[in-house]
């Protein structure tokens, strides 16, 4: 099979020379095509024989139908009952003059390309040589740079029009005006070398006598930029080579091989035609045989089927996807809506929603100390990044301090120090918001507080979302279970995400708190385990239901946020841009790939080999269509849109009150990776936390969940009271790291960011 790298280079040439973000693929098919409708450049899996050469010829033809066939041909050859291989060989002609005077280089490229075709016998003339062969295809060996092609004065004709051919109505005209001379005249099938008196042309690309042709084919700048602004005019100037309905059971209208061409619906392309006069589709050559007597392209279904035969019909079949392109405000719940709808459903004067107050009052000022602790690492730390990284150089002054010791010392001249100026880094934290996170809430929310303290002291630029699959769906905004409408080629993702805005440092003050107070009320609130009184505390409230604990569409929002964080990242003018992911579990899975089908929308799944292209960045993902790796995939092309970027994952393994991690759940985390069970269990009993590789997150956190999230509050012990100055020492210091360690999403975020 030919090399991938090979394959990008080929997508990234197609591109460029199209002058458009056109979808380049690489299918199962037998031979290239361009699909107009769907801007789909498809070219087959080829074998390991096929030449660089002969490869490039194909792109750089199929992007001479990208830039000048049109729909409008397609449909007027049918309505006119052409013969397609006609039209094709002609239009074939049209359009490869027009690369040739674009791309001056891609002269010699379709000379020694199709010379190399030729070589193999591709054309099928071997046994009977060029001059052999009928009217139609010693003009198709013609153009397709063959020497020594002869022709009869009668014949010149077809031959010189067919050279000046500048638009689509006189491609159809001709070959309308050639099929019926052949037709008439029924012995030019039968051209006899060295007997019909006709006269031997050279090549079109000027390698052969010097004619009308090789002049119309020199670089002409003002004739160029006429054919494109007449082809473009409509907005739909692409196409590929006229091709015959072949009833192959591909309904899409973009096969090679001869299927219909492309209409408003591709569903609606499901009718066969074995009649050859009518020619519809675009892309590759025609491959049906015409009854005795019917003039036919003998050549042009001879290449088609010669190029069969260097399709890897052994490859594995690859999965193209798009990341869509969507509105990220379109998915974003503000935090003024969200403060709102909060509000409104606790009542100030409920019994539990006051004691939870005081609750969140004493967490704060107690958090306190810890954080201003973190401050202090974080500006030391920021410091000692900042010294190492300066500068010092001489400044051409002479030290006069220094110059008593010039009998031992060289150095007398001043030097100068240069700080570099630090990162300006800002936060964005996704957090998950499904229903395996009941038991991981309440301890992941104290984290979160602490975090949003931290960045309001050192004035980080932050913004905290929830993803959940609750808020739309249940508020009867949106049906449970649907699509976002997207493009032919695109990855779908559910139309009931959304990204929970909880805060932002654009908030006012009393718009945190009032956000503090109802999340410690919902994370009081799943968290709650034991029987209270609640004659005293107050009866537990229930959030409201767009805010309950839903799905885990963790895929759906890196999509969405691929659009937010480069437009966050200009918004609040910072340098790099801290992403943190923060779940209990593999996201839900995406439907796939949107397509068309005769029964209308459907998706493609995703197989074992896929490749997902980014339409911003031009990069491309390969991967597998399962699990983790669709995810990792997802957070490449998140990392592609802003450079730079580090993404965090931390994953909350344990389940349950204990939020102990079973064995089990390190097998299945570890599968496949470097560390065993034991040092992974071991590394997380001593530090709370256990590091691993990943193929998406830059780094990516192990951790405990349940009662392990929770903060430590605890001050020194009372039996500590008149112990010795080195007991106190020691005990504040343990205590200190205890409340250091139990602030993990705060201690990873200092050290990033520092």
Request: charged share 30%; proline share 2%.
């Amino acid at each position: 099979m030919v090399a991938l790298g090979m394959m990008k280079n080929k997508s990234t040439i197609a591109r460029l020379l199209a002058e458009e973000d056109i979808h380049v693929v690489n299918k199962k098919m037998d031979t290239a095509y361009f699909n107009i409708k769907k801007r789909e450049l498809g070219l087959p899996i080829w074998k390991d024989e096929i030449s660089k050469v002969e490869e490039e010829l194909m792109v750089c033809h199929e992007i001479g139908h990208a830039l000048w066939t049109s729909m409008d041909m397609i449909e007027k050859a049918e309505a006119r009952g052409l013969n397609a291989s006609f039209v094709n060989i002609l239009e074939d002609a049209r359009i490869e003059k027009f690369v040739k005077r674009k791309y001056p280089g891609s002269v010699n490229l379709f000379k020694k390309g199709y010379a190399a075709l030729a070589a193999r016998d591709f054309f099928g003339i071997a046994e009977t040589g060029v001059n052999s062969c009928n009217l139609i295809d010693r003009i198709n060996l013609f153009f397709k740079g063959q020497d020594g092609v002869e022709f009869s004065d009668e014949e010149k004709v077809f031959v010189d029009r067919a050279d000046k051919l500048e638009t689509e109505d006189e491609v159809l005209d001709l070959a309308e005006e050639l099929y019926k001379y052949m037709e008439d005249n029924p012995e030019t099938d039968k051209h006899d070398n060295g007997e019909s008196g006709g006269e031997s042309m050279g090549s079109p690309d000027g390698s052969g006598e010097e004619g009308d042709n090789a002049k119309d084919s020199e670089v002409d700048d003002n004739t160029d930029n006429s054919i494109r602004s007449d082809n473009d005019s409509d907005g739909d100037s692409s196409g590929s080579g006229i091709e015959e309905k072949e009833d192959d059971g591909d309904d899409d209208g973009a096969t090679a091989g001869g299927s219909a061409g492309d209409s408003d619906d591709a569903g609606d392309d499901t009718e066969s035609s074995a009649d050859t006069s009518k020619g519809s589709e675009v892309g590759g050559n025609a491959t049906s045989s015409a009854p005795a007597g019917v003039p036919e392209a003998k050549t042009d279904k001879a290449l088609s089927d010669a190029l069969k035969s260097l399709v890897d019909g052994n490859a594995n079949e690859k999965v193209y996807g798009r990341i869509p392109k969507v509105d990220s405000s379109e998915f974003i719940v503000d935090y003024k809506t969200v403060v709102t709808e909060l509000g409104a459903n606790y009542s100030s004067d409920d019994k539990w929603v006051e004691n939870s107050l005081g609750e969140l009052k004493e967490f704060k000022n107690d958090s306190k100390k810890t954080v201003n602790y973190m401050v202090k690492e974080f500006e030391m730390k920021k410091s000692a990044d900042q010294y190492a990284r300066a500068a010092t150089s001489k400044t051409g002054t002479l030290d006069m301090g220094a110059l008593h010791t010039y009998k031992f010392n060289d150095d007398l001249f001043k030097k100068v120090t240069t700080l570099p100026g630090a990162t300006n880094h800002g936060m964005v934290m996704v957090l998950d918001w499904s229903g395996s996170m009941v038991d991981n809430l309440k301890g992941t929310i104290e984290q979160l507080l602490q975090l949003v303290m931290f960045c309001r002291r050192t004035k980080i630029p932050f913004e905290v979302f929830a993803f959940t699959s609750c808020y739309k769906s249940l508020s009867g905004y949106y049906s449970r279970g649907t699509y976002v409408d997207v493009n032919f080629g695109e990855i779908a993702i559910s139309d009931n995400m959304s990204l929970l805005n909880f805060f932002s440092s654009k908030m006012s003050a009393a718009e945190e708190e009032k956000m503090m107070h109802y999340l410690w009320m919902i994370g009081k609130r799943y968290g709650q385990r034991t029987y209270e009184d609640w004659s005293v505390t107050g009866f537990p409230v229930n959030p409201p239901s767009e805010y309950s604990l839903g799905g885990t569409p963790l895929n759906d929002a890196i999509v969405v946020l691929m659009d937010f964080l480069p437009k966050y990242k200009k918004a609040a003018g910072v340098q790099k841009i801290n992403t943190i992911f923060l779940t209990d579990g593999a996201s839900n899975g995406l439907p796939g790939i949107k397509d068309n089908n005769v029964h209308g929308d459907f998706y493609q799944g995703f197989t074992r080999e896929n490749l997902l292209i980014d339409p911003v960045t031009n990069k491309r993902y390969e991967f597998g269509g399962y699990g983790q790796d669709v995810t990792d995939t997802l957070l490449k092309a998140l990392k592609g849109r802003v450079p730079g970027m580090n993404v965090v994952g931390f994953f909350l393994a344990g389940s349950g009150r204990k939020g102990t991690v079973a064995r089990n759940t390190w097998r299945y985390i570890l599968s496949g990776g470097t560390i065993t069970v034991d040092a992974a269990m071991a590394e997380m009993r001593k530090n709370k936390v256990v590091v691993l590789e990943s193929k998406g997150y830059d780094q990516y956190y192990i951790l405990p969940g349940g009662a392990a999230l929770a903060v430590e509050n605890d001050g020194l012990d009372d039996k500590l009271v008149g112990a010795s100055k080195g007991k106190l020492k020691t005990a504040f210091a343990k205590s200190n790291k205890g409340r250091i360690q139990s602030r993990v999403l705060l201690n990873k975020f200092v050290g990033m960011v520092a």
